[in-house]
């Protein structure tokens, strides 16, 4: 062993020492979103997409999200249009602004076509031959780089024991990369009904210099025509970040040991269109008639609660609206998006909100109409506050 590599190593030890006993941070003030690939790097293909197409889109629409309903989070980018980063620059983004979290976007590929569903993974130590094959897909980027073999002292991106020895970088930041990357599953499984491929560990390179916990998603696999379909629609994108977006404020909660999600009432959250489960029961089934509701007129402007989106429209008097008043029914995004309770001010909206998460709903969230047109809620407050 060279000087060089003794050295080297002392050094991770210790970082790793270092970062073990000075302890984390207990808030997430930074996250650095990493589309995959770019530019001359295209990543994946699948019959119709590019898997840096995708990644981007989506990484851009949960930039919004975090943007829109994490007001205290500083969201940084990789890159936000289709441009080559190399590997080490986008860890070096995130070690420079001191990021608490990092997650990066990417979509699966095999060379069969019946191969689809989600998984995530963290830094690690192998688990299986085919961990390290992705790995070994994702890390192959880097023979697209000028004098790779200087900046990842020599690293062979098809070497076990390459993808082994960097792993010890991440192993301080292993449990919070695992409690994230376990919530993205249980968002996309439980919500979005994927199938789920579970967390697993790989030696990413993206990973692997990063000074904080990482998460590398891998959306579904574009060699599957139903992934594939799913992916390329912008319903799908839009569903993908709200699930990661999900996550990352669950992830925050808890880490601040803050209540749920559902008790940042305080928080318009402007966006989100959450997809409810079509044999989603609310856990109480009183007959509570939201007071003071009231009636849409040309050019009022009044607030709902919004609880269920289904991609065909629904009968009211479906029994996932079992038990709820005043629910109405509107088409907006290519989805039937359905409210219940109509309010003139946002502190009564707030309120019955706070109702609406009790009986079990719990990704309910305010919007804004006028007469029977949606608006922002942003432009519902200026309207409301001139009058």
């Keep these: 062993m060279t000087e060089k590599r003794i050295y080297q190593r002392f050094l991770i030890l210790c970082l790793l020492f270092f970062v073990v006993n000075l302890g984390f941070a207990q808030k997430v003030n930074t996250v650095v979103l990493d589309a995959g690939h770019g530019g001359h790097d295209t990543g994946a293909l699948g019959r119709n997409s590019r898997e840096k197409d995708i990644a981007l889109s989506i990484i851009l629409k949960l930039r919004d999200y975090i943007h829109d309903n994490l007001k205290d989070v500083k969201v940084i980018l990789t890159r936000d249009d289709d441009t080559f980063v190399e590997l080490y620059r986008r860890a070096q983004i995130a070690n420079e602004n001191k990021a608490d979290l990092f997650i990066s976007v990417h979509c699966n590929s095999t060379k069969s076509t019946s191969a689809y569903g989600v998984e995530s993974f963290v830094m690690g130590l192998h688990k299986s031959d085919a961990n390290l094959a992705v790995a070994k897909a994702e890390n192959a980027a880097i023979l697209l780089e000028d004098d790779y073999v200087e900046k990842y002292d020599g690293f062979d991106p098809n070497s076990p024991e390459g993808n082994i020895f960097f792993s010890m970088m991440q192993n301080a930041f292993l449990d919070r990369s695992l409690a994230y990357a376990g919530k993205v599953q249980h968002q996309l499984v439980d919500n979005l009904h994927m199938l789920n491929r579970g967390v697993k560990q790989a030696g990413f390179l993206v990973l692997y210099k990063t000074a904080m916990p990482g998460v590398l998603i891998e959306t579904g696999f574009i060699s599957n025509p139903k ?149 922002g809620n942003e432009e519902a407050k200026k309207i409301t506050e001139k009058k």
Excluded at 295 to 313: H, L, T
């Design 227 to 375: 992934d594939e379909k799913f992916l390329l629609s912008e319903k799908g994108q839009d569903l993908m970040a709200q699930a990661i977006f999900k996550a990352l404020r669950d992830y925050k909660n808890q880490l601040e040991h803050k209540p749920g999600s559902q008790d940042n009432t305080d928080t318009l959250i402007t966006r989100m269109q959450a997809p409810e489960a079509e044999s989603f029961q609310p856990e109480t089934t009183r007959n509570t008639e939201p007071e003071p509701a009231v009636k849409p007129v040309a050019g009022q402007v009044s607030f709902r609660v919004q609880f269920a989106m289904y991609p065909e429209a629904k009968p009211l008097d479906s029994s996932p609206f079992k038990g709820l008043s005043g629910v109405k029914m509107y088409y907006h995004g290519g989805s039937y998006k359905y409210t219940s309770g109509s309010f003139n001010t946002i502190d009564l909206a707030l309120k019955y909100r706070k109702e609406m998460i009790a009986r079990g709903y719990k990704d309910a969230f305010i919007v804004a109409f006028k007469g029977e047109d949606r608006i």
